[in-house]
């Protein structure tokens, strides 16, 4: 194993993103894909994104692009705002 084969933490944004009612769950996935589910539909939406700073960048799989930001460990991804699950607003 060389220097360059050493593996790297997750992003701290990695994990299941959840709107507060559960509807909406969002999984970032530590490798740059993500997996969107709303109600009992999974993976609704796939597809890969980037993040510069607190700033998410996402391209699903069709082309459609959107934007968040994370702001005091909120995600606010276009009009959703969703929690870490498990916090006090994400669901479990």
């Known amino acids: 194993m060389t220097s360059n084969d ?19 769950r969002q999984e970032l996935l530590p490798d740059g894909r993500y997996d969107e589910a709303r ?9 890969s994104y ?11 799989d069709t082309g459609f692009t959107a934007t968040g930001d994370v702001r005091d460990g909120v995600l606010f991804h276009e009009h ?8 006090e607003h994400g669901r479990q």
């Open 50 to 60: 980037t993040v510069t700073g607190n700033h998410i960048d996402y391209v699903d």
């Open 80 to 87: 959703l705002v969703l929690y870490r699950e498990g916090d």
């Open 6 to 24: 050493t593996p790297r933490a997750p992003h701290p944004y990695v994990g299941m993103w959840v709107t507060a009612d559960g509807f909406i």
């Open 39 to 47: 109600a009992t539909r999974r993976s609704a939406y796939t597809g």
